[in-house]
């Protein structure tokens, strides 16, 4: 299978704490993208990293890109109930297809 | 930001039936759609690349008389759902991004259910 690994697959953390989720995937990449999904939802882009990018912030968001271990990372800092969701990486190759991780289910305690 | 919309956002139908789910650009032409599978709990699972004017490339393992794509215009594409079974019975996603642009836009998704 081309799709990528998540983890943890679940992830449950008090409001105020720092949330974490790796990614690991197999190809060669143009860039690695993280989504957003609430429960029966369709999906909303949060931040795009670039091959040849290691890191990148939007707000409370901080993604991290390995290339050489092909993995990245997703830090929610200071997070809040409403970040509830589950949260998938996607990798595009060249194919112009997203292929998406195994995903991490985040729930926020108020 | 961009808008895609699909419809329906619900669809329960019989074993045998056929069902259609339409995905639409509002503000943009989209060359390619993406169509996904997702089951409860689980993540998206590519199943066919929607291309305007020609045939849809589909994933390995996806039936192409089961699962008919057409992309007949910029802005929208079709999925159909032939003589469905409760095996069928999942979450539909589709995608489009505009020309050149790295960001996907998501449908709402469709929840098909085949009783």
């Known amino acids: 299978s081309q799709q990528g690994e998540e983890d943890p697959q679940a992830l449950s953390i008090q409001e105020g704490e720092n949330a974490t989720m790796n990614c690991s995937y197999k190809?060669?990449?143009?860039?690695l993208q993280w989504y957003r999904q609430n429960s029966g939802r369709g999906l909303v882009h949060l931040i795009l990293?670039?091959?040849?990018?290691r890191e990148k912030h939007s707000g409370r968001l901080r993604v991290t890109l390995d290339t050489s271990k092909k993995s990245s990372s997703l830090l929610i800092t200071a997070s809040r109930a409403a970040d509830t969701a589950s949260y998938f990486c996607?990798?595009?190759?060249?194919?112009?297809?997203?292929?998406f991780g195994t995903g991490t289910r985040l729930q926020v305690f108020p | 930001g961009a808008v895609v919309s699909q419809h329906p956002s619900r669809v329960i139908c019989k074993s045998g039936t056929s069902v259609k789910i339409e995905c639409r650009s509002l503000?943009?032409?989209?060359?390619?759609m993406f169509w996904y599978r997702q089951f409860p709990k689980q993540s998206l699972m590519l199943m066919a690349t929607?291309?305007?004017?020609?045939?849809?490339?589909?994933e390995q393992g996806v039936e192409k008389d089961k699962f008919l794509i057409n992309h007949a215009s910029l802005t929208l594409s079709t999925l159909t759902v032939t003589s469905a079974h409760p095996e069928d019975s999942s979450f539909y996603i589709c995608?489009?991004?505009?020309?050149?642009?790295?960001?996907?836009?998501f449908g709402q998704g469709t929840r098909l259910t085949v009783v």
């Open positions: 995608s489009a991004r505009r020309l050149g642009g790295d960001e996907a836009f």
């Open positions: 190809t060669s990449i143009n860039n």
């Open positions: 990293i670039r091959s040849n990018e």
């Open positions: 996607a990798t595009d190759a060249t194919t112009d297809k997203l292929i």
């Open positions: 503000d943009f032409q989209a060359t390619t």
């Open positions: 929607s291309n305007e004017g020609s045939k849809a490339t589909y």
